[in-house]
């Protein structure tokens, strides 16, 4: 399974972005799909995850009324809808899927998303 993610970028704090992912290859591999994030000196962490199967979605304490993750599963897509972005919000996002099957999980390459004051 192959990952591509789009939509980074340069915003001002307060305001939105959208990242999508797009996945390739045995899809139907795919048990999960997520983003997860790394800022500079710090550990990368689990941002948002939705499951395939029924939907059910987890978020880091810290999005939960700010992020929300959706999925179009006959375009194995999946996308990240960002607002009221925070400085500390800045990081590189990767693209996540947990699979059923080795090698049980993939990533993206990541995209820099930068908030500014």
């Known amino acids: 399974v192959q990952l591509v993610e789009s939509g980074g970028g340069l915003v001002q704090a307060g305001g939105s972005l959208r990242l999508s992912c797009v996945a390739s290859?045995?899809?139907?591999?795919?048990?999960?799909m997520g983003w997860y994030r790394q800022a500079p000196g710090k550990e990368r962490e689990m941002v948002a995850q939705?499951?395939?199967?029924?939907?059910?979605?987890n978020y880091e304490d810290s999005v939960k009324e700010r992020f929300t993750i959706s999925r179009d599963s006959d375009k194995n897509t999946w996308s990240l809808q960002m607002t009221n972005l925070e400085q500390e919000d800045t990081a590189m996002y990767y693209c996540?899927?947990?699979?059923?099957?080795?090698?049980?999980?993939?990533w993206g390459q990541g995209t820099q998303v930068t908030i500014s004051s």
């Open positions: 996540h899927a947990q699979l059923n099957y080795s090698p049980f999980q993939t």
């Open positions: 290859g045995d899809t139907w591999m795919i048990y999960s």
């Open positions: 939705i499951i395939m199967r029924g939907g059910i979605t």
